[in-house]
């Protein structure tokens, strides 16, 4: 299976641009770390890690062509929030073109970028592991990496909830799947 | 119409005590004011006003019993955000004990602590009425204030997605009718 994926590399490297590929392959190894303090399958790990930006197309009008091309909706809270759309699209593309049929996989691809209630391990992981890859920096992120490796769904809210803080100082749109999430998690940990 | 509102006003402070009731008072004459300068119906603004907090009961298991005995549910999303209460139990003594029958006037009360998607001109008033009226002091209030004189959507965005920073700092949580209003209202300005 790991094998089939990652003959892939190629392809995926020139939908999305060696930097961004690079940045999937410390996905897919953080997640990695991490399923297996959790005891998350590690394969799973890897496949949504490698995978979890394979449509991230950065000119938006290809993004949008692709989407319709794979019957993505993005009306609604895809148009007013696109940084979503490469999520969703993610998981239609992982499904169509490589052949991955696990939901739970597929599920950690779509909801890497918004979370949701109730998330998986392998949602969380995969969620957690592109905050946290070792070049991502930002304010709080040696606290998020942190809490990753001690507590999932602390890690959730802390990351959640510094990013609608986020979000509401740059006066952008706020998918309520994160403010849902932000609260399930909020629950969770206090 | 007024009048009969107004014989209440014994039965309200002795439910709310006296000092939210003088923030009522002055809730009132803050919404007649904004009414003026929007020309929304005065008395309405006035009665909104003066009803907005007639259920903020502080005991929060007499305010518990007052919403069973008039049949407010409040599982959900109110027992995760239990200030919310007093807006939607007050909108229901309003129009049970103080026989208000505009709908405009009872959702003015309803949605005055959580805002909500495309409010009437009057719930807006009533919303920011709470926030601006003389005696409130918070980081921000003099702008919401100019804001409020100016520009009524502009002021519910600035006032919503302040309040969404400030429950976020204090890990509280965040009802979704704020963060759809907030999105609504971005939307509007932005």
Same mark, same amino acid.
């Given at each position: 299976?790991?094998?089939?994926?990652?003959?892939?590399?190629?392809?995926?490297?020139?939908?999305?641009?060696?930097?961004?590929?690079?940045?999937?392959?410390?996905?897919?190894?953080?997640?990695?770390?991490?399923?297996?303090?959790?005891?998350?399958?590690?394969?799973?790990?890897?496949?949504?890690?490698?995978?979890?930006?394979?449509?991230?197309?950065?000119?938006?009008?290809?993004?949008?062509?692709?989407?319709?091309?794979?019957?993505?909706?993005?009306?609604?809270?895809?148009?007013?929030?696109?940084?979503?759309?490469?999520?969703?699209?993610?998981?239609?593309?992982?499904? &169509? %073109?490589?052949?991955?049929?696990? @939901? !739970?996989?597929?599920? *950690?691809?779509? $909801?890497?970028?918004?979370?949701?209630?109730? +998330?998986?391990?392998?949602?969380?992981?995969?969620?957690?592991?592109?905050?946290?890859?070792?070049?991502?920096?930002?304010?709080?992120?040696? &606290? %998020?990496?942190?809490?990753?490796? @001690? !507590?999932?769904?602390? *890690?959730?809210? $802390?990351?959640?909830?510094?990013?609608?803080? +986020?979000?509401?100082?740059?006066?952008?749109?706020?998918?309520?799947?994160?403010?849902?999430?932000?609260?399930?998690?909020?629950?969770?940990?206090?």
């Amino acid at each position: 299976m790991i094998d089939d994926i990652f003959r892939y590399e190629d392809e995926i490297k020139n939908r999305i641009g060696e930097k961004r590929f690079q940045h999937t392959l410390r996905v897919k190894d953080t997640a990695i770390k991490l399923a297996r303090i959790y005891s998350v399958d590690e394969e799973k790990a890897e496949i949504a890690g490698f995978l979890h930006d394979c449509a991230k197309i950065r000119d938006i009008e290809l993004l949008k062509q692709k989407s319709a091309e794979y019957g993505l909706n993005i009306e609604g809270e895809l148009e007013k929030a696109p940084q979503v759309i490469h999520a969703y699209l993610g998981s239609i593309l992982a499904q &169509k %073109l490589y052949n991955v049929c696990d @939901k !739970d996989t597929l599920n *950690a691809i779509k $909801y890497h970028t918004t979370g949701r209630e109730n +998330m998986s391990d392998l949602e969380k992981i995969i969620f957690l592991a592109d905050s946290t890859e070792p070049m991502r920096n930002f304010e709080g992120v040696d &606290k %998020l990496r942190e809490l990753s490796v @001690k !507590d999932l769904d602390m *890690a959730m809210y $802390y990351s959640l909830n510094n990013t609608i803080k +986020m979000l509401a100082d740059k006066n952008v749109y706020i998918v309520i799947d994160s403010i849902k999430a932000r609260n399930f998690y909020r629950e969770m940990v206090y």
